[in-house]
């Protein structure tokens, strides 16, 4: 019975609460306690198994088969919910739907952790539609005409990408001949068309070229913490599946060069696009939001080069994949919190508002600097470690690597102006709130975790 507490204990205390939350609309400090509690016993849930040794085996008849790396997919989820829900817990109590947004944000990740102890198609699919339905519905909560506009555009690219998984998954099945995520093929020209059609589909939802079309005005019209959400926990969602299907259909077909060329070939041409039109984008934006927008194509290029990566180093591609998963969401759900926080003091999200606050907040001076050179990837943050580990396993594909590291330090380009701002002279006024101690907390996370970053790759490997 013991084996099935890893999924259970989360299930318990993220479904319950999310439910209960809805009726605390007159007590909204008690539904904010009730959510991060739900949320670190999941957390402290999780980390307990993990360090118990509860992987590597099936449950619930093999539907869920928990892994490794499937710890670590929830756990990053779990953290970077927790810096958005602290962080907009002043704001919330005015919205309308604030408690709907705790509560959507405790059943995204309940979508989450199935997906990253899937190994049923069936389970991907109902996974996938819990997780990404409250994706959709956070990014318009606030339900104002910017954020319900942005959240519509979400909601058409979301249902593009899911058509599109439904047809994928088919073929998958189809050519396999089983619902589970471990068949030997029979067919190999529909596991090549699956392999296209599920690729798009999540592609889609991470926002890597071609398909990034909808990101920039979602990130940039919708609500700041709303944001901050789909750009963390959101990614989260995009990526687990891509990287569980493959793992299994790699795994157990590991002699299929048909896989082994379609995998590599589609997933590098479409991380080497990334990483040079994301950069290209960036490079023009004076607006903090849409900088933060642009540079995450790019950052997702380099998660692609992880998933590009796994018929060649398997390991190494996954755990690189995992501390960059971490890296990149606590990074960008502490920037969008505070970006909020600096509108609110300033009134602009163009980075030139950051002026003064060096002198003025040296504190969250500091923690966004971290989070930024976290981004950029500069030692011993622990952005630097999660580019490092990816790019670790393409050393057997040099010219990917040196694009990885060419792109990587043509992002100083903006990185670096909102930090020169920051330290620039100006008027920048201190102020306590729940979005500053959250891009604190995000700012000493990406530090500590980075120290012990090292001991956390040898673990997954």
Known sequence: MSEYLPIIIPSVFLVIPSIAILYMEKRFSTAVYTAVIGLLISFLSFTLFFSLGYYNYGV?????????????????????????????????????TGTSFLSLSLLT????????????????????????????????????YQSVEAGVKYLVMGLLSSSLMIIGLAFFVTAGNTLYLDPVISYQPLIVLSIIFFSIAFLFKIGAFPFQGWLPEVYSLADRFSVGFVSSVGKIVGIEPLLV?????????????????????????????SLIFGNISAFSRKDFAQILAYSSITQVGFMVIGIAMLPVNMNIA???????LLSYSIAQAGLFVSLSHVEKITG???????????????VLAFSMTILLLSLLGIPPILGFWAKLFVLESS??????????????AISAGYYIPPIREIFREGQFKKVDSP????????????????IISPLIFGVLV
Do not use: C, H
Request: proline fraction near 1%; avoid cysteine; hydrophobic fraction near 55%.
């Open 395 to 408: 050393f057997s594909q040099p010219w990917l690597t040196i694009i990885g590291f060419i792109n990587s």
């Open 318 to 324: 996954i755990s690189g994949l995992m501390v960059y």
């Open 348 to 362: 602009s999200s163009y980075f030139e508002s950051f002026r003064g606050m060096s002198s003025g907040d040296r």
């Open 60 to 96: 619930f008849n093999n539907a869920l088969y928990l892994t490794k790396f499937g710890y670590f997919i929830a756990i990053s989820s779990l953290i970077a919910t927790i810096l958005v829900v602290l962080g907009s817990s002043n704001d919330l109590k005015n919205w309308e």
């Open 245 to 273: 299907i493959l793992y299994y259909l790699i795994q157990d077909n590991s002699s299929s060069q048909v896989i082994y060329l379609t995998v590599v070939i589609l997933f590098s041409i479409i991380s080497v696009l």
């Open 435 to 450: 979005e500053r101690d959250s891009v604190i907390v995000a700012a000493v996370l990406s530090i500590a975790l980075g």
């Open 109 to 144: 990740n309940i979508g989450v952790i199935y997906l990253a102890f899937a190994y049923n198609v069936l389970v991907i699919f109902a996974s996938w539609a819990i997780a990404s339905a409250a994706t959709y519905v956070i990014a318009m909560l606030k339900k104002d």
